[in-house]
């Protein structure tokens, strides 16, 4: 017993150390944060490989015939939590996870449009949670209210971004069922708002892959390292897909739907590798595909594909992705069907502090405080036959924004966006924002 006090004191020793490490308190920048982060992992990485020996040599003294039992080891940790002052903590090996925990975020923006009255909008409040069901199945879930919710005054939106139940068999296969994100692209899998540099969410985001775009049925994703340090990753499904409702104005967004119109359905997934360069800090590279049968008659196939790129390099990040659908129409098909949809988006991105500021702690400026210079070039083509069949048709937009981050949950923004439209005059757009998770 004397062993497993040891093994437990010298945990509590490591989590001391990592927390009250020298230097902890000094702030010169982002390299110097990293550098001591490294130090301290080095240190806490020897400290365990020292207890893992201890605990091997235990483990060679009390073979597996005489080992303690469960009683035994209860008694010993009890033992030990009351005597480091930590009595209320309690060690219940047996008893499964449970619990219901709950989270969100918020979404709010003033925008004041060349073309329209400018106006304040509650956008989205999401609320999420999650649960453990058993210690391998876990079940989250996201409910999105858009505009101030529906009401006989109030034209908003309340619906299911994504209620699944996933079970983690391993690292490379977790089949889910459920309500899904559909795995098209990577912003549609990545698209909270406090984690976005502008207001607005891109083309792609808003015509092509409305997000959160999620439907009901079921797929699995996993992931796998390879190679130098390279990962691997997966995220498949196969859900009632799109209905024949795809038009120049609002991209698919009309042809999203919870029941299926036909007994075709849609297979989705995004393949993705993070690479070890050795030179970027995060370069990681995404390719996605589509596929189902759209129309009532399970005879015209829609097919689709998605490239994504994410790439770090100290305070610059690069995004982009480009999304295509092509639409098979019969002989019977009006003359101005929809054909084809595509749209592109590029965005980079500058992160910065001043250095002075640092020493300045406030409840607005905290250790992950933060300043982005961020512009983004998009464009669109919501009906491949025709150049201008509605504003949004053929169009072309920059955005460039200043934002301030808090700390890595909460970012307030300043944005402002020209519109180039083959149909129409060109405009313009302010948007002010604040978003946060809680």
């Known amino acids: 017993m004397v062993r497993w006090f040891s093994i437990l004191g010298g945990c509590v020793a490591v989590a001391a150390a990592a927390s009250f490490a020298p230097g902890a308190v000094a702030d010169d920048g982002p390299d110097d944060r990293i550098r001591r982060l490294e130090e301290a992992l080095e240190r806490q990485a020897a400290a365990m490989e020292g207890l893992r020996r201890d605990f091997d040599a235990y483990r060679r003294e009390h073979p597996p015939g005489v080992a303690p039992t469960d009683d035994e080891i209860r008694a010993a940790v009890g033992a030990y939590l009351a005597s480091s002052g930590a009595a209320e903590l309690r060690l219940d090996a047996a ?3 449970h619990g219901l925990r709950f989270g969100g975020y918020f979404h709010w923006r003033f925008q004041d449009g060349s073309e329209d009255a400018s106006y304040f909008d509650q956008h989205r409040v999401v609320l999420t949670a999650d649960a453990d069901i058993t210690r391998c199945i876990d079940f989250e ?5 858009e505009h101030g919710g529906v009401s006989d005054e109030i034209e908003g939106e309340v619906v299911l971004e994504k209620a699944e139940v996933q079970a983690h068999l391993s690292d490379l296969f977790n089949p889910k069922v459920g309500w899904l994100l559909v795995p098209f692209g990577r912003y549609n899998l990545y698209h909270d708002d406090p984690i976005n540099d502008l207001t607005n969410r891109p083309f792609t985001a808003r015509y092509l892959v409305p997000t959160g775009f999620g439907q009901p049925g079921i797929g699995a994703d996993g992931a796998a390292p390879f190679g130098c340090g390279h990962v691997f990753s997966y995220d498949v499904a196969v859900t009632n897909g799109y209905r024949d409702a795809f038009d120049a104005e609002n991209g698919v967004r009309d042809a999203r739907q919870a029941e299926d119109e036909n007994d075709g359905k849609q297979v989705w997934g995004r393949l993705a590798v993070t690479w070890e360069t050795g030179v970027l800090d995060h ?15 399970d005879d015209e196939a829609i097919t689709g594909f998605a490239l994504d790129l994410l790439a770090r390099k100290g305070p610059f990040e690069l995004k982009a992705e480009y999304v295509a659908y092509h639409y098979e129409r019969d002989a019977g098909a009006p003359p101005d069907a929809v054909e084809g949809q595509s749209a592109l988006w590029l965005e980079a991105a500058w992160h910065f502090f001043p250095c002075a500021w640092r020493s300045c702690r406030s409840c607005l400026v905290e250790d992950t405080s933060l300043f982005t210079l961020v512009a983004r070039w998009q ?12 504003f949004n048709d053929d169009l072309s937009a920059w955005t460039a924004g200043l934002n301030y981050r808090v700390n890595e949950r909460t970012v307030f923004r300043v944005d402002h966006t020209w519109y180039d439209a083959a149909r129409d005059e060109d405009r313009t757009e302010w948007t002010v ?6």
């Open 379 to 390: 464009t669109m083509d919501l009906d491949d036959d025709v150049t201008g069949a509605s």
């Open 141 to 145: 879930m996201e409910l999105e209210i």
């Open 95 to 97: 008893a499964p996870p």
């Open 433 to 438: 924002s604040v978003s946060t998770f809680f």
């Open 283 to 297: 370069l990681e590279t995404g390719l996605s595909g589509t596929y189902g049968l759209y129309d009532a008659d």
